[in-house]
């Protein structure tokens, strides 16, 4: 059987509620990068190249707690995803 990964509903809620800016405002300051690239070359580039350590600090200051390895990724997962929505 698989262990469940438990991601706090408090980061749900927050990512809810903040995910977008957070993408804009990455898209902002990286916007050449992104220009004329495919929707594959943009998460790839993102999963291989972007340091997500601004959101998982920012994110981590506005909870006020540490997120675990699990938690890490799904604000990852959720963040590529919502850049790409965004630019496209």
Known sequence: ???QKIIGGDL??????????????HIECWKDRYYRKSKSS???????NHDNSLEVERTEEDLK?????DE????NRKFIQQVVKTIY
């Open 42 to 48: 943009i998460r790839y580039d993102l999963l291989i």
């Open 1 to 3: 059987m698989k262990a």
């Open 65 to 69: 707690r540490k997120l675990t390895d």
């Open 72 to 75: 890490i990724n799904y604000l």
């Open 12 to 25: 749900k809620d927050y990512v809810q509620a903040e995910i977008s800016n957070m993408a804009e405002s």
